[in-house]
């Protein structure tokens, strides 16, 4: 359940913002136009932009910790057409895509688009990012040395599982972007490293045990 919910109501959409799911990435913050000016309050105003404008910038922020509701049914915020997983320079994974995460909470819909999965193993906001990388200083640089299988088809609902101690579970199509954003691996399952141990990151290779990581 969200504990950090702020809403910022406009005449023709609504802004959402989840403290506990914020990294702090400021595609909000740097986005041009009057929707987020920092130390204004309200920081948000959704009635000095256009819908468009406002749908734009809520879904670039990686995080899912931003949403939008329109007051116009027809405009909702739909999945990318292809599952997509980013294995970011010393950070976490940003996935976007048609996502199902096990034990997300249902009053936070920005995480059935857009998530940043913990891969440092610290984070206090588990499975999610809490940018702890930072603090431990977690050092990988998104290599993926492995290709997978090609698939027939992109899109579709991604399973994602956070096993207990272990790794996260991936199900669906999936396509695995490096660290440069280059196109990496595809495959219907998967498991990623999330202890921060593994000596074949992204992938799991058992390494939870070894240093008995407590999710």
Sequence with gaps: MSKGKVKYPGNKINVEWEEQLCIHISECGKAAGDLFVAGRDPWC??????????VDVIERCPSGALSYNSNNTAVVEEPNTENIITVSYNGPYFVRGELDIEGAAEDMPGLKFRA???RCGAS???PFCDNSHEDINFKDYGAV???GEPLDTKGG?????PVENGPLVLSGNITILNGRGCVAWTGKEVALCRCGASKNKPFCDGSHEAVNFKS
């Design 116 to 118: 940043a999965l913990c």
């Design 157 to 161: 609902k991604l399973s994602i599982s």
């Design 45 to 54: 105003q959704p009635d000095l932009s256009t819908m468009d404008e406002v």
């Design 124 to 126: 206090k906001n588990k």
């Design 145 to 147: 040395g492995e290709k």
